[in-house]
């Protein structure tokens, strides 16, 4: 079996809907996906976290996975029903400088990907993100990393 460890960093990109005066929505928190510790199958596997209906773990097929979670951004405003518009992007590599594993199927596998979310006044509100690692008989030992770029539109 191989040892892989993979996380993943958000950046999230705040865009405001033109009529932007008097929106009051932010970024409250920020937490990085994290795929855990897997011993991957000799014969490669699909690791999911599939956060599309709140915080999840990674689950898989053949391989043993220890550790990992949804990733999650937190929300609040002081207006009730400011809305938030959340664009994932289809995928997102990882590397360890020399070698390089995908997560795909990341809207899929989040919240709120097809829907705006709504905020509400004084309240902080989660959005989970997960995705899908797609592991070759092939992949190398090591600690992967990336970074996954979140565009936000509050209107």
Do not use: W
């Not at 993943?8 to 705040?14: D, G, S």
């Not at 209906?53 to 937190?74: F, K, L, Q, W």
């Not at 990341?106 to 990907?113: D, K, N, V």
């Amino acid at each position: 079996m191989t040892q892989l460890n993979c996380y993943v960093i958000f950046q999230v990109l705040f865009l405001f809907a033109c009529a932007a005066e008097g929106l009051s929505g932010e970024v409250s928190d920020v937490e990085a996906m994290r795929f855990g510790t897997i011993f991957s199958h000799p014969d490669g596997d699909v690791i999911i976290i599939d956060a599309s209906d709140g915080p999840a773990t990674p689950e898989a097929a053949r391989s043993h996975v220890e550790g990992g979670r949804s990733g999650a951004i937190s929300f609040i405003s002081d207006i009730d029903g400011e809305m938030v518009q959340i664009d994932y992007p289809s995928t997102v590599t990882l590397s360890d400088g020399s070698h390089s594993i995908t997560i795909q199927n990341i809207p899929e596998r989040s919240q709120y990907s097809d829907s705006d979310l709504a905020l509400k006044n004084g309240e902080t509100v989660d959005a989970a993100i997960g995705g899908e690692l797609i592991l070759t008989a092939k992949e190398v030992p090591a600690n992967y990393s990336g970074r996954m770029n979140i565009q936000l539109i509050f209107k």
